[in-house]
């Protein structure tokens, strides 16, 4: 699966099928942006979800996503996506996997040998997905909702950081080289900032933000910047007006004067 949400290859149980976890890829990825939101690069996540749990990896633009039920080996699979993870970005290195789609480049490229596997295909679930509880015959209401609701633990989503058995795995601070926003737009959602160092200041706030509010935090973010911009790309002058604008979203005075001090504080 890419970063966009577009679906490249599934090797998934037939309850699960195209359609299914391609609407379900939708909604992991906005779990995703939350996630890098507020803690920014990231190599691997899982979310657990009324009959099984999603294990999420990503190696540069694409995400390898396992999908199993309850009796999952946690272990197995953990090393097992790591091994996967690894061979596809030695694939993208070497020009053998297209960092923005599963496409094949030279035919002389090393192809992705996953774990315990001689083919190039991904591994079977281990184990293999229980038969589905009846209800989640119909649609994705299952899946979709915890991951929409973001079924994770406190303490991955809140401001006490990372716990051990988080299920979380950072490796870094930024999570994509041309920003969050972006000079063409945020998002495509129409509101636009005029240089890097503007957007560099958005996602420096953006984080700021969610570390005392939650996810919400880049919906906040938008809403501030169309209030203070007026249509306008937004600017580095502006941000002590959007900073006094988003704080009146944070109740408590401690966390309010540390998002202050986050929000304005000069980039690295």
């Known amino acids: 699966m890419e970063l966009s949400g577009e679906l ?3 090797q998934a149980h037939a309850i699960y099928d195209e359609a299914l976890l391609t609407e379900v890829g939708q909604t992991l990825i906005q779990a995703v942006e939350s996630l890098e939101l507020q ?15 999603v294990l999420v990896g990503r190696a540069d633009r694409l995400l390898v ?10 272990s197995f699979a953990n090393v097992a996506m790591r091994v996967a993870l690894g061979k596809i970005k030695k694939a993208i290195a070497s020009g053998g996997l297209d960092a923005s789609g599963l496409s094949v480049g030279a035919s002389s490229a090393a192809p992705v040998m996953f774990p315990q596997m001689g083919q190039t295909q991904p591994p079977p ?6 038969p589905p509880l009846p209800h989640a015959m119909s649609g994705s209401a299952g899946l979709d909702s ?29 999570p994509n080289a041309s920003g969050m926003f972006g000079t063409s737009g945020l998002g495509g959602s129409g509101v636009a900032v005029a240089d ?13 933000l969610a570390r005392a509010v939650g996810p919400m935090a880049k919906v906040f973010v938008k ?3 169309r209030r203070i911009a007026q249509g306008a790309p937004f600017t580095l002058r502006m941000l002590p007006a959007l900073v006094a604008d988003l704080e009146q979203q944070i109740s ?4 309010r004067n540390e998002f202050r001090k986050s929000a304005l504080q000069s980039g690295k």
Do not use: K
Not at 39 to 49: A, I, M
Not at 196 to 208: E, I, V
């Open 252 to 255: 408590d005075t401690d966390d």
């Open 223 to 225: 809403e501030g910047v």
């Open 146 to 174: 915890a991951i929409a609701n973001l079924s994770l633990n406190n303490s991955i989503l809140g401001a006490s950081g990372l716990g051990a058995g988080s299920g979380l795995t950072w490796t870094g601070s930024n």
């Open 8 to 10: 490249r290859y599934h």
């Open 196 to 208: 890097s160092q503007s957007n560099d200041a958005l996602t420096r706030c953006s984080r700021a």
């Open 125 to 130: 679930m281990p184990p293999p997905l229980p």
């Open 39 to 53: 803690h920014g690069d990231w190599t691997s996540f899982d979310v657990e979800f009324a009959d099984g749990r």
């Open 65 to 74: 996503v396992l999908l199993a039920g309850e009796d999952l080996n946690t």
